[in-house]
């Protein structure tokens, strides 16, 4: 490795390290009840770690299956399991 591109290394990795993580809290309004989890820490409810986001879980998943919108199916389907 060049000395420029072991330098170039590091400033990709910063760029692309939030987007692993990254959330929409323009989806919360979108699922009934959102805007009432997101002040108890809980934004990221399709996400394992509700509080810090990270890889989805299955209500997360079927969220996105239904197109990121709250449709009755979804709300059938009980993916949170409540």
Avoid: E
Avoid at 14 to 41: E, I
């Amino acid at each position: 490795m060049t000395l420029p591109s072991m330098g170039l290394a590091p400033l990709l990795l910063a760029l692309t390290l939030p987007l692993l993580g990254v959330s929409f809290p323009s989806y919360v309004p979108k699922v009934p009840n959102g805007p009432r989890l997101a002040p108890l820490g809980c934004g990221h409810f399709g996400h394992d770690n509700c509080a810090a986001g990270g890889p989805t879980n299955s209500f997360g998943r079927a969220f996105a299956a239904a197109g990121r919108r709250w449709t009755v199916g979804l709300c059938q389907a009980d993916s949170d399991g409540d």
